[in-house]
């Protein structure tokens, strides 16, 4: 194929998203389980998956996207391939349009003639997918993909119609001597790969490290573990409960103070029980992990030495109190001299400096978002003297406060 090099792109990209694809050459003669990772193959035994797909494939036309659904409500995205000795079809999925709660799964079960122990393998499989709130993405990159292979978009198709495959009203029947064995092999896979995606979440919050933290966080939603409460939406805050302790101790292990911790945790205490659905917990989740992650990168002590950090801590904790260098000093039981090199030397600006700077960083968030008089603004940052204040912060942007706030209007 001469478009290998774009085909691996794409492949890669969706794999950092932790979205699967797969190719399937000659499905005439066997189409892998690879296509929906596995599914059928674990409910019901059985690796022949020429009856669900091989009509489907059969009658796909060339330079057609298609984007079609399952009878287990997963979504996916395949086209043909041109240019390959056989006939060669790209997969992209399964993946969920939204969260699946616990009615759905249980009238799924009930449909398709499910045991308990069969039920707690498809919830496994739907938390192991990833959910994509916005598709629009996925279609644009197949799109894309579809004019590198076949030239300018008029000359193929996109068909954004549900394409059902054949056995989407047709429950299969359940294998009456279904593996029990096979059964704990894909939950032990499930659970170690879920694990092991939450273990590199945690390792980039701790890092602060928010590229990272973006790629890997779409793929948690709830550890790949079966839901334990008939309320989905408790569940799930049960969940989020679970997750902000980990990301609490990711935070700490990325040396950040207590303090600002706290303030975060406490925040998001509060928004996980206000939390009113499902889709509105996936945002919830996607921001808290985001949140902390934030709050390594900007609040990690590890790049300082004992004094400094605590020193930067307690600036951080009050902006009014008195911080001058003395004060501070004092409160370390430090020499003042001895904490003035050693903080310059590590933040490359005085002590006073620092302060002046967060102050000032505060004074700006102030002016965009309240209508609080330039004077309360000043005291409220620490300034006791507002023309000091004034004087420092046209230095630093070039015009007064009350000049700033008008150019933000």
Not at 238 to 267: C, D, F, W
Request: glycine share 2%.
């Amino acid at each position: 194929m001469n478009y290998d090099l774009q085909l691996n792109f794409l492949r890669d990209f969706l794999h950092s998203l932790h979205i699967s694809s797969s190719i399937i050459s000659n499905p005439s003669e066997k189409i892998s389980s690879e296509v929906d990772l596995g599914l059928r193959a674990f409910l019901f035994e059985t690796d022949n998956y020429n009856t669900i797909l091989e009509n489907s494939l059969s009658s796909a036309k060339e330079k057609t996207i298609y984007r079609f659904f399952d009878e287990y409500n997963c979504k996916y995205i395949f086209l043909k391939l041109p240019n390959c000795k056989d006939d060669t079809y790209f997969f992209i999925g399964p993946y969920l349009l939204e969260m699946l709660d616990y009615d759905y799964l249980t009238k799924k079960a009930e449909t398709l003639a499910l045991s308990e122990s069969q039920k707690r393998q498809l919830e496994l499989y739907y938390n192991s997918l990833p959910v994509i709130e916005d598709e629009n993405y996925l279609l644009t990159l197949a799109n894309t993909f579809g004019a590198t292979i076949w030239g300018k978009e008029s000359q193929f198709e996109m068909d954004y119609v549900e394409y059902e495959i054949p056995d989407r009203n047709t429950p299969i029947p359940v294998s009456p001597d279904y593996s029990e064995q096979h059964r704990t092999q894909i939950t032990l896979s499930v659970l170690e790969a879920n694990y092991e995606k939450e273990k590199q979440l945690m390792k980039a919050v701790s890092q602060g490290n928010l590229h990272l933290v973006t790629a890997v966080a779409s793929s948690v939603y709830n550890n790949g573990t079966e839901q334990r409460l008939p309320d989905s939406l408790r569940d799930r805050k049960n969940y989020l409960i679970i997750l902000k302790t980990l990301l609490r101790k990711a935070a700490e292990h990325g040396n950040v103070h207590p303090l600002h911790i706290h303030r975060l945790t406490s925040k998001y205490a509060k928004r996980i029980e206000e939390t009113r659905s499902l889709k509105e917990s996936l945002q919830l989740q996607e921001n808290m992990i985001r949140d902390y992650c934030i709050l390594v990168n900007k609040h990690s002590l590890s790049q300082y030495s004992y004094y400094v950090g605590k020193a930067i801590t307690i600036i951080n904790y009050d902006l009014t109190a008195d911080l001058s260098l003395h004060s501070i000093a004092s409160q370390l039981n430090v020499n003042s001299s001895y904490l003035s090199n050693l903080f310059h030397k590590e933040c490359d600006c005085t002590l006073t400096a620092y302060v002046n700077r967060k102050r000032i960083t505060h004074a700006v968030s102030m002016l965009k978002n309240t209508d609080k008089l330039i004077q309360d603004i000043a005291s409220d940052c620490g300034f006791q003297d507002t023309t000091y204040f004034i004087r420092l912060f046209k230095k630093q942007f070039g015009c007064t406060p009350l000049q700033y706030r008008g150019n933000c209007i």
